[in-house]
Nanobody, 120 residues
């Protein structure tokens, strides 16, 4: 059964770093664009970064230069990483992993989310 499981969230001081991981179980994810989204309290979910099946990244303006997305494609599992540096309090949110089949047809998948809190 295809599923996404995130890990790596936590509490960090401003200026610190965290690395989030998303394990996507299922060979279909090899063809998927994978991404990280976040949702802060009282705000809409927003895209943070995405990476195509070929490894091309794209970033939200608010994180470009500070965050790096990468992926490791194995036979039946894709692992997606989000390296977050120079964290700011405004990065505090619940971070979700996403699998999107675009440009192919198929189901979209979401993880359960992992909390990132940036505070002194």
């Amino acid at each position: 059964q295809a599923q996404l499981v995130e890990s790596g969230g936590g509490l960090v001081q401003p200026g610190g770093s965290l690395r989030l991981s998303c394990t996507a179980s299922g060979s279909i994810f090899t063809f998927y664009t994978m991404g990280w989204y976040r949702q802060a309290p009282g705000k809409q979910r927003e895209v943070v970064a995405t990476i195509t099946s070929g490894g091309s990244p794209n970033y939200a303006d608010s994180v470009r230069g500070r965050f790096t997305i990468s992926r490791d494609n194995a036979q039946n599992t894709v692992t997606v990483y989000l390296q977050m540096n120079s964290l700011k309090p405004e990065d505090t949110a619940l971070y979700y992993c996403n699998g999107n089949p675009y440009p192919y047809t198929g189901s979209e998948y979401w993880g359960q989310g992992t909390q990132v809190t940036v505070s002194s």
